[in-house]
């Protein structure tokens, strides 16, 4: 057994529990380019909720996210990124950090979240495929967003924008499914439907136009004959 894994399971685990005890917003996005996969999880804290480092109250772990350094990757020394910034009474916090293929398999948070986990990069493709019970539902669900600048190949994704793929996780749905073609970049598809529709109804009013003109020309020359 890895006790490094489940050092860091556990603490994200309580990590993501009490934040959404103390109604906190949290919000988790990847950015997957050709070379790098990006994280970015940002949220709010109160500063009161950051200065109490009291396990009696839970509020030990909040002042532990906005007092310590975090690791990433569960088993190397590497650190997020952090950035605090205060707002009235609140703290925004940003952590960041930038995984190759090869690491991203051993995030702490996908190894702490989803108990099936299938990273790979297959050829010209990057395959993410997470499965199971999702170990990180301590609301009645969760929106993760992944965005790319290259082609998406397949998903399984509840709603597209653009190139912005999001999965809403609840007790019945916990797939997730993306390939991505990290040779190809995206392009933003040309919304020819409104346009050519337009154009259509345009065309048809016309020639409706035309005739009726047309129609009572041929009534008036008639009556004056």
Partial sequence: ???????????????????????????????????????????????????????????????????????????????????????????????????????????????????NKEIEEIDNYYSIRLSGNFYCLYSKKINIAVTSNLKVASNNADKIKDNTYIWTIDKNTTDIELVVDKNTPYTKPIKRGISSTFRIVCFIVLVVLSSLAYILYKKKNSSEI
């Fill in 1 to 115: 057994m890895d006790h490094g894994i489940n050092r860091g399971e556990n603490k994200w685990k309580i990590i993501l529990l009490s934040l959404l005890l103390t109604g906190c917003t949290v919000n988790y996005n990847l950015e997957i380019n050709k070379d790098t996969l990006n994280e970015t999880i940002t949220g709010t804290v109160t500063k009161e909720e950051s200065s109490q480092d009291n396990n009696a109250t839970g509020l030990s772990t909040i002042y532990s996210i906005i007092n310590e350094e975090q690791k990433p990757i569960y088993n190397k020394e590497e650190l997020y990124q952090k950035d605090l910034k205060e707002s009235g009474n609140n703290i925004n916090y940003t952590f960041k950090y930038n995984y190759n293929i090869e690491d991203f398999v051993n995030s702490t948070i996908i190894n702490t979240c989803f108990e």
